[in-house]
């Protein structure tokens, strides 16, 4: 089976105030005029800023030098989290990336991971899609937890990260809101 042999997605978050066409990894961002869109992103990482030098061995660079991408289609992302009692202030809105303009050798995967930490990567093997693509138990127990503390949880913890290295056109991309 070749890579052309799957026509499906991976989502990305629509940033609020997205400005073009392409999503940049931070890193491309920094000291740019997109500056400060990156230190936007950079407030993410409060408390677990040691993640910004995460290093990804399999696309040899950091983790911030990757895009963040997700197999989980958004209605399925918005039901799994509506089924532990969460609710979503704002509509989820994702870019809906076709698989095959994206470069294989450019595509890992984070397939565990602990709080703050990443654990395993993975190329990214499209014959596993239907792993990345659902919401693990592990995660509505997460989510649970986080309800039951009064905390908000980290909304992608242990769902699988597809991780892309480079920028990604979104010109032609539809946005898929759930």
């Given at each position: 089976?070749?890579?052309?042999?799957?026509?499906?997605?991976?989502?990305?978050?629509?940033?609020?105030?997205?400005?073009?066409?392409?999503?940049?990894?931070?890193?491309?961002?920094?000291?740019?005029?997109?500056?400060?869109?990156y230190?936007?992103?950079?407030?993410?990482?409060?408390?677990?800023?040691?993640?910004?030098?995460?290093?990804?061995?399999?696309?040899?660079?950091?983790?911030?030098?990757?895009?963040?991408?997700?197999?989980?289609?958004?209605?399925?992302?918005?039901?799994?989290?509506?089924?532990?009692?969460?609710?979503?202030?704002?509509?989820?809105?994702?870019?809906?990336?076709?698989?095959?303009?994206?470069?294989?050798?450019?595509?890992?995967?984070?397939?565990?991971?602990?709080?703050?930490?990443?654990?395993?990567?993975?190329?990214?093997?499209?014959?596993?899609?239907?792993?990345?693509?659902?919401?693990?138990?592990?995660?509505?127990?997460?989510?649970?937890?986080?309800?039951?503390?009064?905390?908000?949880?980290?909304?992608?913890?242990?769902?699988?990260?597809?991780?892309?290295?480079?920028?990604?056109?979104?010109s032609t991309?539809?946005?898929?809101?759930?």
């Open positions: 089976m070749s890579w052309e042999d799957f026509m499906t997605y991976l989502y990305h978050g629509v940033p609020h105030d997205m400005r073009g066409t392409t999503i940049y990894p931070m890193n491309a961002m920094f000291g740019t005029d997109l500056h400060a869109v230190e936007e992103q950079a407030l993410k990482y409060i408390g677990r800023t040691h993640l910004l030098s995460e290093r990804i061995a399999l696309l040899d660079c950091l983790w911030n030098d990757v895009i963040f991408l997700t197999a989980v289609h958004p209605d399925d992302f918005r039901k799994a989290y509506a089924s532990v009692g969460l609710e979503r202030i704002r509509t989820f809105r994702f870019y809906e990336i076709d698989i095959g303009a994206l470069d294989p050798e450019k595509l890992v995967v984070l397939t565990r991971m602990g709080l703050n930490r990443a654990d395993e990567y993975e190329r990214f093997n499209p014959e596993r899609l239907a792993d990345y693509a659902r919401v693990p138990e592990a995660t509505l127990d997460y989510w649970r937890e986080q309800k039951a503390r009064g905390k908000p949880p980290l909304l992608f913890m242990h769902i699988p990260h597809v991780l892309y290295q480079g920028a990604i056109d979104v991309a539809r946005i898929v809101e759930a």
